[in-house]
């Protein structure tokens, strides 16, 4: 028997843990530490332990599939490419549109990025960031220069108070968790703000139990406090920033007085109070986020109420501070990178911008030019005009992205399907939209081939092919690659390799310049930007300047706005949504692996003790949760944890999933879902 490891990166979370696939006689059959990972020296979490076991699940797709009379048929890759070739050349460029992923590698975004602009000659490029960190994106850039997590991950263990707000790090950003309780360790406070008190909480030493969606207003409510106070950090705020006037009139209106923020939040005021005056007199305050503040139609403001804050204090371009978007998925930071979004090409240069434009059609060479230099539709507004204007868009290719499962509202998703005429799916198993399609293709996974990824804390690191595809499963570039050249644009898509693609990235993406293979393989890797090949990477931004313009960082008021929908009468609950510690997005892997789904094998509702009682509802009592949308049967967990009104539910579960429920109302800057808040009932099922 031969046994090898095989060093690669964890094809979960953003944060980027390393680990060895233990690989016998060929097959993956295991995960043991690499101890020279300094981002997890050696620790992972149960998702990273068990990242092997889906690998070779007997349900992998291993031949194309063609769908015929209604059922799919097994056939060659001749015919799917013709077939495929064919009808992406019957339409129209705009009428087709493509979705990359957040799952895959660098490469093979950047490969459907430029098939979409190249060959399909399409503007319309999304993929999953829409639906967890768009508002970051925006946001950031808007008031940093740069739309990425400003810090770096070993860094904040170096906070002496760290705030957590609508991220339940513990649980879905593990390895992160342990940088928190080092820094708890260290000495730093903790102060953690969530409806739930989830097991990220209760390490807390300050837990602010909020109500969803009124981020806004307390952050507001805070910084009032800090001026008021003289808290505020008058240096940096001359010499950093431009906009403190704008802010400070906002915030110090009478909206934002301790009691008008403590009813609105649901926060007692002293535990308001204390959180403004630790934040504040830290000397080193970190912020960490996620989709509790992002996925909301206030999103983008939440973000910069997060800029503002941390401006307003002098909590930026050091270590210990920042304000640190924690990404949910492995490359959800590479997928933007690499301008898998509709409005710009990679290192997020804009394709409004002609000189950019031109830059990338002088490069890529191809004959009969590339998309128009216009925005394409973002995927929330892809499903939108599918369903209101049928015909439009035709034609959708999907590579490695479950929208059945994943996108608000899927009673309006499913709508929007079926109005288109072609579906391409490529997927490593035939996941709920998959069946949908008139093509699947199948795909290899991360352990099948070398590339790429880019964590949250734009860290760019290696994966490491360590057995082959099952069957006649291919890498997603190389598939692109046999499509284009199936279309006649095989000299454009020409590569060998991964590494042939890369350095066709680095070519083109100033802050991805300085990188190769080479340097990538060291444990430690390389941040972005690293603009040239003697660059060290940049773990920390804004040290010295922001990426604006002048080098200021833009603070500005933002008005508190409620959520799309308000509990009410008819829907007396806010409903809540997000992750489990065992689970990952729409289950696609992690409910193959069987020590996975083992632990928590459905979803469930959280309601809180006193809701219950009210309802009549019993702790593992089957109910029925219902939106104006549509409704499912669920399991309710009745717990104190969660605050009074509001209730939860998990998004992995096709079979009681999250996003009947949701609302497809969006953030009208980053066109962001308000997966986070809107209204429900729960009913008691009858019995017979
Ligand atoms: Fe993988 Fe994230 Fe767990 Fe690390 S923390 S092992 S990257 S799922």
């Not at 953003?14 to 990972?37: E, H, I, M, W």
């Not at 699940?57 to 031949?63: A, D, Y």
């Not at 009673?411 to 579906?423: I, R, T």
Request: with cysteine.
């Amino acid at each position: 028997m031969e046994m090898k490891y095989i060093q690669t990166t964890c094809p979960y979370c953003g944060t980027g843990c390393s680990f060895n696939l233990v690989v016998l006689d060929g097959k993956v059959s295991g995960v043991a530490p690499y101890q020279r990972s300094p981002v997890n020296e050696g620790k992972l979490c149960p998702k990273g332990t068990y990242a092997h076991e889906f690998v070779n699940s007997p349900e992998r797709l291993t031949k194309p599939l063609i769908k015929k009379d209604g059922a799919f048929v097994e056939v060659s890759w001749d015919e799917a490419l013709k077939v495929v070739a064919e009808k992406f050349k019957s339409y129209k460029p705009d009428e087709c549109a493509c979705l990359a992923s957040a799952r895959t590698s660098n490469e093979d975004n950047y490969a459907m990025m430029k098939f979409a602009r190249g060959v399909l000659k399409t503007k319309h490029i999304d993929h999953c960031a829409r639906l967890c960190h768009a508002s970051t994106v925006a946001g950031l850039a808007n008031i940093f220069g740069s739309g990425a997590m400003t810090n770096s991950i070993g860094d904040i263990a170096d906070a002496k108070c760290v705030f957590i707000i609508g991220s339940n790090t513990f649980e879905n950003h593990p390895l992160i968790g342990r940088r928190v309780m080092e820094a708890k360790a260290n000495g730093a406070k903790i102060i953690y703000v969530d409806p739930r008190l989830t097991p990220t909480g209760k390490q807390a030493d300050l837990y602010l139990q909020f109500y969803s969606g009124t981020d806004v207003c307390l952050l507001n409510g805070m910084m009032q406090l800090i001026i008021k106070n003289g808290w505020e950090n008058k240096e940096f705020i001359q010499n950093r920033c431009n906009g403190y006037d704008d802010l400070k009139k906002e915030v110090m209106k009478d909206d934002y007085s301790l009691e008008n923020v403590s009813i609105i939040t649901g926060v007692p005021a002293e535990k308001i109070k204390t959180a403004a005056e630790w934040f504040a007199k830290s000397g080193a305050t970190a912020i960490l986020y996620s989709m509790g503040i992002t996925q909301h139609t206030t999103g983008v403001d939440n973000v910069k109420s997060c800029g503002n804050i941390q401006m307003l204090t002098g909590n930026l371009g050091r270590p210990g501070t920042g304000v640190n978007a924690l990404r949910g998925q492995n490359n959800v930071q590479g997928a933007c990178d690499m301008g898998a979004l509709p409005v710009v090409y990679t290192g997020y240069q804009k394709v409004i911008d002609e000189t950019a434009r031109k830059k990338f059609e002088d490069a890529w060479k191809f004959p009969d030019g590339i998309a128009k230099g216009e925005n394409g539709y973002e995927v929330t507004t892809l499903m939108n005009v599918l369903s209101d204007k049928p015909g439009e868009i035709k034609c959708l290719y999907i590579m490695g992205e479950n929208p059945m499962i994943s996108d608000p509202d899927l009673n309006h998703v499913a709508h929007s399907m079926k109005n288109l005429d072609f579906l391409v799916v490529q997927d490593i198993f035939l996941n709920e939209t998959a069946k949908l399609a008139n093509v699947v293709l199948p795909a290899a996974c991360y352990a099948e081939k070398n590339g790429t990824q880019t964590s949250t804390e734009r860290r760019v690191q290696m994966w490491r092919k360590a057995q082959n595809p099952p069957g006649e499963a291919k890498g997603d570039w190389e598939i692109i690659a046999s499509i284009a050249k199936a279309m006649g644009y095989g000299n454009q898509f020409a590569w060998s390799n991964s590494e042939d693609v890369f350095n066709e990235i680095a070519s083109l993406t100033p802050s991805y310049a300085g990188m190769t293979y080479q340097r990538l393989a060291k444990p430690e890797a390389l941040h972005w930007p690293c603009p040239s090949k003697d660059h060290p990477g940049t773990p920390i931004l804004h040290g010295e300047k922001f990426g604006m313009p002048d080098g200021k960082g833009l603070m500005t008021g933002i008005p508190f706005k409620y959520q799309a929908e308000r509990p009410d009468k008819d829907y007396p609950f806010l409903l809540t949504t997000g992750r489990s510690l065992w689970q990952w997005h729409t289950g696609t892997m992690t409910r193959r692996s069987k020590s996975l789904e083992r632990e928590e094998p459905t979803g469930w509702i959280e309601i809180n003790t006193e809701d219950a009682k009210n309802l009549d509802i019993k702790n593992g009592e089957l109910v029925k949760a219902v939106s104006r949308r549509g409704e499912i049967k669920i399991t309710a967990r009745v717990t104190d944890n969660i605050k009074k009104g509001v209730m939860f539910i998990p998004f992995h579960y096709a079979e009681c999933a999250a996003n009947m429920l949701t609302i497809n109302a969006l953030d009208p800057i980053a066109k962001i879902p308000e997966s986070k808040a809107c209204a429900v009932k729960v009913e008691k099922i009858a019995e017979v």
